[in-house]
């Protein structure tokens, strides 16, 4: 699904200030989640120092079972989140965020979900791996060069290197294609 009116793709400098904002962002919901959750998780590119991205902090609230994900999505609409489903990608509930609150994108995820395995594979590794961070940065920057305002062609072309971290840091072969399969066909919210 395309917007009317598309957003244009802007990829920043690494900003100090990104760990702040989530911090901030993650004591919210945490009074809201409370022991629901079991970790309140900054992933995505604003989550590992010095490494390019979109300014917008990406953060996962994981929850124990599926029964929890209910509950959830109920304590998170007392802050203003709206839920937004799945947008194709199993084991990760996505949210519109409150009127007026940093620029960012929450998820609700399953414990051991492979969403949740993806983000926190990704971020660690490209945390542990400072040449990856740089070649990951000049690839990111690119493509909104490339695609402007074309998230899924900036999105696709980010995936084959994706994949590869994945891969190598032991993915099967099922789930890696099931995350080729979500990044060409679903809406992203990243």
């Not at 032991?170 to 992203?188: H, M, Y």
């Amino acid at each position: 699904m395309k917007e009317d009116h598309p957003r244009t793709i802007t990829v920043v400098d690494y900003d100090p200030s990104w760990p702040f904002t989530f911090e901030i962002l993650k004591s919210r919901v945490l009074q809201a989640i409370g022991r629901l959750a079991v970790s309140v998780e900054h992933v995505g590119s604003t989550s590992v120092p010095g490494l390019a991205a979109k300014p917008v902090i990406d953060m996962d609230v994981v929850v124990a079972a599926v029964a929890d994900v209910s509950m959830a999505i109920e304590r998170l609409s007392t802050l203003g989140y709206v839920h937004r489903g799945n947008l194709g990608i199993e084991g990760r509930e996505a949210f519109y965020n409150p009127p007026g609150s940093p620029p960012h994108h929450l998820y609700v995820c399953v414990q051991g979900a492979t969403a949740l395995a993806n983000h926190l594979t990704i971020r660690d590794y490209l945390r542990s791996n400072s040449a990856a961070a740089r070649t990951y940065s000049t690839l990111k920057k690119q493509l909104a060069e490339m695609f402007p305002t074309d998230m899924d062609r900036y999105v696709q072309g980010k995936t084959d290197f994706l994949v590869a971290i994945l891969r190598e840091s032991g993915f099967s072969e099922n789930a890696l294609t099931a995350i080729s399969d979500a990044n060409a066909t679903s809406v992203p919210a990243r």
